[in-house]
């Protein structure tokens, strides 16, 4: 299954999917497998999806 980077919006406290003890968090993104449970949390705003920025290449890269 594919992975996606998350970590806990400020100020909520959410559990990692099947480990109701064991808590994800707001400081620094981890590796979750990329589930229901996680989507669900991203779309309630409960959770932050870390989004890569694409590779710079071309002119204008080159320019700067």
């Not at 406290?13 to 229901?36: C, G, M, Q, W």
Request: net charge negative.
């Amino acid at each position: 299954m594919a992975t996606i980077q998350v970590k806990a919006a400020a100020g909520i406290k959410i559990a990692k999917e099947n480990e109701p003890r064991n808590y994800i968090p707001t400081d620094d993104f981890i590796l979750v497998e990329d589930s229901h449970y996680y989507r669900k949390a991203i779309a309630d705003n409960d959770i932050e999806l870390k989004v890569d920025e694409p590779a710079k290449t071309g002119a204008k890269a080159d320019a700067k």
